[in-house]
């Protein structure tokens, strides 16, 4: 949605050549108060 995302999309697939990058449209994310670290924390055994 930023005029910046493809130059950042440009710019980590410069430094990482042989991997995908795919760009992720966060903002529902971050409407609800949080963000990847959020998500990204605990994780209950099952």
Same mark, same amino acid.
């Given at each position: 949605? %930023? @005029?910046? %995302?493809? !130059?950042?999309?440009?710019? !980590?697939?410069?430094?990482? *050549?042989?991997? *995908? @990058?795919?760009? !992720? %449209?966060? @903002?529902? !994310?971050?409407?609800?108060?949080?963000?990847?670290?959020?998500?990204?924390?605990?994780? *209950?055994? @099952?």
């Amino acid at each position: 949605r %930023d @005029v910046n %995302d493809k !130059i950042a999309l440009e710019i !980590i697939q410069k430094a990482f *050549p042989d991997r *995908p @990058v795919v760009g !992720i %449209d966060s @903002v529902d !994310i971050i409407w609800g108060l949080g963000s990847f670290h959020c998500l990204s924390q605990q994780e *209950p055994a @099952v």
